[in-house]
């Protein structure tokens, strides 16, 4: 079974401060791993995807198999990076069910000015 | 391109009513996904369309949920008898194709509130 786990629901920080938000994934095959950010009450939208390898806003995120986590971080928080992040998992990528995520419970990011 | 649309944005029923959501993927996209997100809790899968077949519905309720997604015309989401369990933000999404490294895009989600 595939499982994302983001062990903080919550997570404050300072404008300029940097920020690390965590996902642990649990898949026996190779995932495919993705970040997506919400702001309030609005669309999901891809923020980075680990095959990409890509920086967006500033934020980054790296796979690491050994410790089956997908952190994403950026070096100087900004307030309006406030939202919810959501680390989710592909399980079939390139394969049938390609949008078939799973998700983790999200975190709530607050950058207090 | 407007995106995935979903309508209604915001829905309230009564207990034992009909909802029926509403989601136009993005123009050239013939996959599409359902997802719901329960207060509190992350996103989880429903199900999976592409025109006129259902692919996995394996995170759909075994009763009063359906999905479609007909020729023409959007997919909807229709959920019966509806009960308080059932207030939540349900999230489409649409893919042009399967496979490869095809990005999912989101629509804005329909908040349904069951009184």
């Not at chain 1, 920086?55 to 986590?69: C, H, P, R, V, Y």
């Not at chain 2, 429903?46 to 394996?58: F, G, P």
């Not at chain 2, 997919?75 to 207030?87: A, C, E, K, N």
Request: with cysteine.
């Amino acid at each position: 079974a595939q499982r994302v786990t983001q062990p903080e629901k919550l997570l404050s920080v300072f404008k300029g401060a940097p920020v690390e938000l965590k996902c642990n994934y649990s898949y026996s095959g190779s995932p495919e791993l993705f970040w997506y950010v919400q702001y309030s009450r609005q669309r999901l939208q891809l923020l980075l995807r680990h095959i990409s390898r890509e920086s967006i806003k500033g934020f980054t995120a790296d796979l690491n198999k050994g410790e089956t986590s997908f952190h994403l971080k950026k070096p100087f928080a900004q307030e309006e990076d406030s939202a919810m992040y959501y680390c989710a998992l592909s399980g079939n990528a390139g394969g049938t069910s390609y949008g078939k995520l799973t998700f983790g419970q999200g975190t709530i990011l607050t950058v207090h000015p | 391109n407007a995106g995935v649309m979903q309508n209604p944005r915001h829905l309230v029923r009564r207990r034992g009513q009909e909802a029926r959501l509403r989601c136009s993927p993005m123009k050239g996209h013939s996959h599409v996904y359902w997802y719901r997100q329960l207060p509190e809790e992350g996103l989880k899968f429903m199900v999976y369309l592409q025109k006129e077949n259902i692919i996995d519905e394996s995170g759909m309720p075994k009763e009063r949920f359906s999905a479609e997604f007909p020729k023409e015309g959007p997919s909807i989401l229709r959920i019966q008898q509806v009960v308080r369990g059932d207030s939540a933000a349900y999230f489409c999404a649409s893919s042009p194709g399967p496979r490869g490294r095809n990005t999912i895009y989101f629509g804005e989600g329909s908040w349904l509130t069951v009184v």
